[in-house]
């Protein structure tokens, strides 16, 4: 059956700005006004979305609930062959990112973008920075968007972190080769903050990290697997008792297995305690 197109999800919302872009550098997606946007800096730009693109940051993506933008760092390169790094200064192994290149590819990423940090964070993934947790997630989720650069080789020439007030922020405490992975697993934390995502407010509430503690075991059918029963009081039907035991639980795995969340638990409730 022919007939006029369907109006796609977007339309009405496509957001007009000026700007001062190379024409080669343009991006052909439109941006959605009020969207969440996260901007990658990369020398890998086909590493994007990869899974971010899979079910529900996937399929936001594809709602235009965020929005998604690599900025290839080659493009800002020196020379014919685009070059982004050069030797330590003082000697050493490896390599390390030119502040020229970079500083190039930051001011191109935040054209347009608040002035204001809370509103769009500016990070360097780096194994040095603060860790990264579900605090930050949640603050990086109020914000309008946010743009992360991505390192390699032995990092980022230290003037550009100044110059920039760059956040640093570390997926953990181990080395990657580069910041894709960790922007990926960042992006993730936080988009499925953002209102609509999940679906499921509860399943925020009540998840790891939610209220300090880690979360409670989950089981699901058949009522008994190889032997093992599902605990009785989840069966019970009574919410009061489910509730308490999985209090107690989440309490005794948070404690078990991460003290340092355990301690930090405990002295917010002394804190709380009038």
């Known amino acids: 059956m022919s007939g006029a197109p369907e109006t796609p999800k977007s339309h009405g919302r496509i ?4 700007t001062l872009r190379p024409r080669e550098l343009m991006t052909d997606r439109p941006d959605l006004a009020g969207a969440w946007r996260a901007k990658i800096i990369t020398l890998f730009p086909e590493a994007f979305p990869g ?3 899979e079910s529900l940051t996937g399929k936001a993506l594809d709602e235009g609930k965020w929005q998604l933008e ?8 020196e020379g014919r062959h685009r070059n982004v790094d050069d030797t330590p200064a003082g000697g050493g192994a490896g390599m390390v990112l030119r502040p020229d290149v970079m500083g190039r590819a930051i001011d191109f ?5 608040p002035e204001t940090r809370a509103d769009w964070p ?6 040095r920075g603060k860790r990264f947790d579900q605090a930050t997630a949640r603050r990086w989720s109020r914000a309008r968007g946010i743009t992360m650069i991505c390192g390699r080789f032995e990092g980022l020439d230290d003037r550009v972190l100044f110059h920039y007030g760059i956040e ?5 405490d181990f080395v990657l080769t580069g910041g894709e992975i960790a922007a990926q697993a960042m992006i993730d934390a936080t988009v499925r903050l953002l209102p609509g995502v999940l679906g499921n407010a509860e399943s925020l509430e009540e998840e790891s990290h939610a209220s300090g503690l880690l979360e409670h075991p989950q089981f699901t059918r058949p009522a008994e697997w190889r032997g093992l029963p599902i605990p009785e009081v989840l069966m019970s039907g009574h919410h009061g008792r489910i509730a308490e035991w999985r209090r107690k639980m989440a ?3 948070t404690r078990e297995r991460r003290p340092d969340l355990w301690a930090a638990h405990e ?8």
Not at 15 to 18: D, G, I, K, L, T
Not at 109 to 113: H, L, Q, R, V
């Open 267 to 274: 002295a917010r409730k002394d804190r709380d305690t009038p």
């Open 122 to 127: 500016l990070v360097y993934l780096s194994p």
């Open 109 to 113: 990423a935040m054209e347009g973008t």
């Open 70 to 77: 690599t900025v290839p760092l080659r493009d800002f390169g």
């Open 51 to 53: 899974v971010l693109g």
């Open 15 to 18: 957001a007009v700005r000026p």
């Open 168 to 172: 640093e922020v570390s997926l953990g």
């Open 251 to 253: 309490e005794k795995i």
